[in-house]
């Protein structure tokens, strides 16, 4: 038998189906794998309603099979009420496995599985900020099983280590595990011994203070973080699923005066505070689910990934509330952009990657680049 891991929340997530406020039926392609598709196509009830919705791409030498996406990037099977007209007149076990599944995440190590639940989705986010501390895992099965597993389970282990050491400021934690996996990045050949460095708390702390003594401009940071939000949501302000979570942030941030907005930033910091645990607990989540690879440079760039989520969420909330007057911070506000940066971002990998390869000639950050990111 297998063992289990499983986020200690992920058997209460259920779908909110007509209540999501962030439904996953809009915005992206849907594939409808090789089972459903021939399952659609031997229903002599569901065939001609079904097949009529699908549309073929050609993928190398493979047919592949996706739902028409009607206007806005809506899934043309999702009725006026929000309920999906495949459950309703077919059953769940005619849903496509991508709608089956979401959103959910499965990872296997060897004898070991993990569950974990993407931020995609709205109603993962509400169980997350439910947490009352840090999020933990349950465990089913052998536990011996998991000193027998590859250096990169031990690796992302270290990552959350320091993500949960809540001796540090959240911003440390961040740098603390990307120097951490530059270091591994350099060594010839990456030991236990040498990763366990990084569970001495000594010298994490003298780790973090090489930097704590390096003075990154706040209107630098600014203008870091305003190029990369305007980047980042370039292709996606005037699409209607986004369009009332960016557009107006979009055209404020064109016109920000960055020197004006110091004072701002720093008023905003510990308000934005109240949320860390929140914040820390996503990111640990998505380290959880996202950095698995036996490939160090694909585990940094996750990372990378999961980061640049993290700044464009803490930023877009920042430009939320300049444009509002200051008002309180809403949580729901926090939410609606995790799930917005999670689906454009976290589902758009190859061209982040590639967006940093053309904009630094390396995939792979620089510290200082980091640095400026979360300051």
Same mark, same amino acid.
Request: one cysteine or more.
């Given at each position: 038998?297998?063992?289990?891991?499983?986020?200690?929340?992920?058997?209460?997530?259920?779908?909110?189906?007509?209540?999501?406020?962030?439904?996953?039926?809009?915005?992206?392609?849907?594939?409808?794998?090789?089972?459903?598709?021939?399952?659609?196509?031997?229903?002599?009830?569901?065939?001609?309603?079904?097949?009529?919705?699908?549309?073929?791409?050609?993928?190398?030498?493979?047919?592949?099979?996706?739902?028409?996406?009607?206007?806005?990037?809506?899934?043309?099977?999702?009725?006026?009420?929000?309920?999906?007209?495949?459950?309703?007149?077919?059953?769940?076990?005619?849903?496509?496995?991508?709608?089956?599944?979401?959103?959910?995440?499965?990872?296997?190590?060897?004898?070991?599985?993990?569950?974990?639940?993407?931020?995609?989705?709205?109603?993962?986010?509400?169980?997350?900020?439910?947490?009352?501390?840090?999020?933990?895992?349950?465990?089913?099965?052998?536990?011996?099983?998991?000193?027998?597993?590859?250096?990169?389970?031990?690796?992302?282990?270290?990552?959350?280590?320091?993500?949960?050491?809540?001796?540090?400021?959240?911003?440390?934690?961040?740098?603390?595990?990307?120097?951490?996996?530059?270091?591994?990045?350099?060594?010839?050949?990456?030991?236990?011994?040498?990763?366990?460095?990084?569970?001495?708390?000594?010298?994490?702390?003298?780790?973090? +203070? =090489?930097?704590?003594?390096? &003075?990154?401009?706040?209107? #630098? !940071?600014?203008? $870091?973080?305003?190029? /990369?939000? @305007?980047?980042?949501?370039?292709?996606?302000?005037?699409?209607?699923?986004?369009?009332?979570?960016?557009?107006?942030?979009?055209?404020?941030?064109?016109?920000?005066?960055?020197?004006?907005?110091?004072?701002?930033?720093?008023?905003?910091?510990?308000?934005?505070?109240?949320?860390?645990?929140?914040?820390?607990?996503?990111?640990?989540?998505?380290?959880?689910?996202?950095?698995?690879?036996?490939?160090?440079?694909?585990?940094?760039?996750?990372?990378?990934?999961?980061?640049?989520?993290?700044?464009?969420?803490?930023?877009?909330?920042?430009?939320?509330?300049?444009?509002?007057?200051?008002?309180?911070?809403?949580?729901?506000?926090?939410?609606?952009?995790?799930?917005?940066?999670?689906?454009?971002?976290?589902?758009?990998?190859? +061209? =982040?990657?590639?967006?940093? &390869?053309?904009?630094?000639? #390396? !995939?792979?950050? $620089?510290?200082?680049? /980091?640095? @400026?990111?979360?300051?």
């Amino acid at each position: 038998m297998n063992t289990i891991v499983k986020f200690n929340f992920y058997d209460k997530f259920f779908c909110t189906a007509d209540k999501c406020p962030f439904t996953c039926c809009k915005g992206w392609d849907i594939l409808v794998d090789p089972s459903t598709y021939h399952k659609w196509e031997e229903s002599a009830e569901a065939s001609g309603f079904l097949s009529k919705h699908i549309k073929r791409k050609k993928v190398r030498k493979e047919t592949e099979h996706y739902l028409k996406m009607g206007n806005h990037k809506c899934c043309p099977l999702l009725n006026e009420k929000g309920l999906c007209n495949v459950v309703l007149h077919y059953g769940e076990d005619h849903l496509p496995k991508t709608c089956q599944v979401f959103p959910r995440l499965k990872n296997i190590w060897e004898d070991l599985e993990e569950y974990s639940l993407s931020c995609s989705c709205p109603a993962v986010v509400d169980l997350l900020n439910g947490i009352d501390g840090k999020l933990h895992f349950s465990y089913d099965g052998d536990v011996n099983t998991i000193g027998t597993l590859p250096l990169a389970y031990s690796i992302r282990e270290a990552m959350i280590a320091i993500m949960q050491n809540s001796k540090f400021l959240l911003k440390d934690r961040i740098l603390l595990i990307f120097h951490m996996l530059l270091f591994l990045k350099k060594e010839p050949v990456i030991t236990r011994e040498f990763l366990n460095r990084f569970q001495n708390e000594e010298y994490l702390l003298a780790l973090s +203070g =090489i930097w704590n003594e390096i &003075e990154s401009g706040t209107e #630098d !940071a600014f203008t $870091e973080m305003n190029e /990369l939000f @305007l980047d980042m949501v370039l292709n996606y302000q005037r699409e209607k699923t986004f369009h009332h979570y960016l557009n107006n942030i979009s055209d404020f941030a064109k016109d920000l005066d960055f020197q004006s907005s110091h004072a701002e930033w720093n008023e905003f910091n510990p308000l934005f505070e109240h949320y860390e645990n929140l914040l820390e607990n996503l990111i640990v989540s998505n380290i959880f689910g996202n950095c698995i690879n036996d490939d160090l440079d694909e585990m940094i760039m996750s990372f990378q990934i999961i980061i640049t989520e993290y700044v464009m969420v803490k930023y877009s909330v920042f430009l939320q509330w300049l444009i509002h007057e200051k008002a309180k911070i809403d949580y729901s506000n926090i939410r609606d952009y995790m799930v917005t940066y999670s689906r454009i971002i976290g589902y758009n990998r190859d +061209g =982040i990657i590639e967006f940093w &390869e053309d904009s630094f000639d #390396d !995939a792979i950050w $620089e510290p200082a680049y /980091l640095l @400026l990111l979360i300051n």
